[in-house]
């Protein structure tokens, strides 16, 4: 729901979620991502944390080690 999204960016900030699945049952979503990807007022390098780079942070990864 993209007020619950908006909610827990709020609340805890951007820096602190990360998209997940509970892949192969489905959480709501057709595609993992698409909230994310389509959401009207999320900024671009919000949905990029949101996306991938907060969790590679918390890895401790790099996006070039992914990117082909």
């Known amino acids: 729901d993209p007020l619950a999204l908006e909610f827990l ?3 805890l900030g951007e820096n602190s979620i990360a998209l ?3 892949y192969p049952f489905p959480l ?3 595609e993992p991502g698409s909230l994310i990807e389509n959401h ?3 900024p ?3 949905r990029r944390r ?3 780079a907060n969790a590679l942070q918390w890895l401790s990864l790099k ?3 992914f990117v082909v």
């Open 50 to 52: 949101l996306l991938s």
């Open 63 to 65: 996006e070039s080690d």
């Open 28 to 30: 709501g979503e057709l």
């Open 20 to 22: 997940g699945t509970d």
């Open 44 to 46: 671009a390098p919000t």
């Open 9 to 11: 960016i709020r609340t």
């Open 40 to 42: 009207p007022t999320l």
